[in-house]
Nanobody, 126 residues
């Protein structure tokens, strides 16, 4: 069973940066698209970014475009989310998710992903 673990969250001032990491155990991220979603209490998960299985294409939510960057290191079996110019409205729990089907481009839809991490808290103070 694939398990995903996020790390790198924390408290940062507005305008600062954080780098989130997503690692897999019991399976691999290599060959699968990976997405990042964020969720506030009582709200539906919001798509943030996704990267294709090949790493050759990425998708971003309009709200983070130009500030966040998703990347992957297949040798390390990890995916990263670099978050710059953070705003208070970026405060949320961030989770990574792995695609169900291999070799795809990534999706903004939750239903495309079959494995999810528990999430890491990101808090941006203004």
């Amino acid at each position: 069973q694939v398990q995903l673990v996020e790390s790198g969250g924390g408290l940062v001032q507005a305008g600062g940066s954080l780098r989130l990491s997503c690692a897999a155990s019991g399976g691999t991220l290599t060959g699968y698209a990976v997405g990042w979603f964020r969720q506030a209490p009582g709200k539906e998960p919001e798509f943030v970014a996704a990267i294709a299985a090949s790493g050759g294409s990425t998708i971003y939510a309009d709200s983070v475009k130009g500030r966040f960057s998703i990347s992957r290191d297949n040798a390390k079996n990890m995916v990263f989310l670099q978050m710059d110019s953070l705003k208070s409205e970026d405060t949320d729990v961030y989770s990574c998710a792995r695609d169900i089907v291999p070799f795809r481009l990534g999706s903004t839809r939750e239903s495309a992903y079959g494995y999810w991490g528990q999430g890491t808290q990101v808090t941006v103070s203004s």
